[in-house]
């Protein structure tokens, strides 16, 4: 089926962002994301505040979304949006619109594994942005999430490596939070990081099988660290703020990179794609490129505004599906967990 004259509106509330975007042959038309500033003085999100915050701002969303791409909402396709996983409640806010709207228009629904989003991201044409070649290795990277995927096609994924803990995200973030930093932290402890001494203090890596992760560990270390270097200098974290955010951003990095190291070995694939929001960080984006270098991998990165929670990469697993005529029925319901 030709794609030319096909438009999908994409619909992302996995979280606490509510985001609407128009994608046309792989081609973005409009992206647009209402963030939610108000979980900034709690320290994290707190998913009943996300999901009436994702309440009020959707349907301008989505408005300015179509708006953008300069299209009427009777041109589009296809919706697309995220079925999980992700927050209960923020989740049936997403689905509940995107079914209305659907049915509404009498165009096809189509649900979206945010997961599978973040790695079929790297698929949207957009300058300065490279499309990996099957089969390839995915690190996905963020907040809620840690895995490494063995993608074999477009709708063939395994996950052959994930945290049995936390997500690389929220170590940076809880770390973050550990040395008086405000949320979210983790690209304060990037910030920080550059201007530091990576060899100032050794942080130990966790030790878990070669393709898992465990980020828990790592967070209680920083915290009795922390503690004790306090008790002795009250100042310390003031006076050494720079070289902590670099030595923990160092051992993160590195751990990330032993991991993808055994991936490549175990599977013989040299080609990497990396996403999710904590793909932004200066540090692993440095050491993926010193990898491609070293090790002869290929590597995929894409651009910032598809690396964070975004509709553009649901609106690019939509078209896929689209093209594939693989469409929800309309008792869809959202998951909060999800597997890929």
């Known amino acids: 089926m030709s794609l030319k004259n096909c438009y999908i509106l994409g619909i992302e509330s996995s979280c606490d962002d509510t985001a609407a975007a128009v994608i046309n042959n792989g081609v973005v038309l409009s992206n647009v994301v209402a963030t939610q500033k108000i979980h900034e003085e709690y320290g994290g999100v707190v998913p009943e505040l996300a999901s009436r915050a ?18 009427d909402k009777k041109q ?21 619109f995107s079914k209305s709207l659907a049915m509404g228009l ?15 991201a790297h698929f949207i044409k957009a300058e300065g942005q490279s499309e990996p070649n099957f089969p390839f290795l995915a690190l996905t990277i963020s907040g809620g999430h840690t895995q490494i995927v063995k993608v ?13 803990d936390d997500a690389v995200g929220e170590a940076f973030d809880k770390s973050a939070k550990i040395l008086g930093l405000p949320y ?49 200098n009250p100042n310390f974290i003031s006076e050494n703020i720079v070289d902590i955010c670099a030595s923990l951003q160092f051992t993160i990095v590195d751990y990330l990179m032993d991991k993808l190291k055994n991936a490549v070995k175990q ?17 692993i984006r440095t050491a993926l490129g010193a990898a491609e270098k070293r090790y002869g991998w290929k590597t995929h990165i894409p651009k910032f505004e598809f690396c964070t929670d975004n509709a553009a990469m649901i609106a690019m697993v939509g078209e896929l599906k689209f093209k594939h005529q693989i469409f929800a029925e309309s008792n869809v319901a959202a998951q909060a967990r999800m597997k890929l």
């Open 54 to 71: 994702h309440q009020q701002n959707i349907v301008p969303v989505v408005h300015q979304a179509l708006r953008k791409a300069n299209i």
């Open 76 to 96: 589009l396709n296809a919706i697309a949006f995220t079925r999980g996983p992700g927050l209960m409640g923020s989740l049936l806010v997403g689905t509940s």
């Open 106 to 120: 009498g165009i096809p629904l189509i649900d979206v594994n945010h997961m599978q989003a973040h790695i079929l």
């Open 152 to 164: 074999t096609g477009y709708f063939e994924m395994e996950v052959i490596g994930e945290t049995i």
């Open 184 to 232: 979210p932290g983790g690209p304060l402890i990037d910030k920080y990081a550059q201007q530091g001494d990576p060899k100032r203090f050794k942080f130990t890596k966790p030790k878990v099988s070669p393709l898992d992760f465990s980020f828990s560990g790592l967070k209680t270390a920083v915290l009795y660290f922390v503690e004790r270097e306090v008790q002795k």
């Open 267 to 283: 599977t013989g694939i040299k080609e990497i794609a990396m996403g999710g929001g904590v793909s932004a960080n200066s540090g």
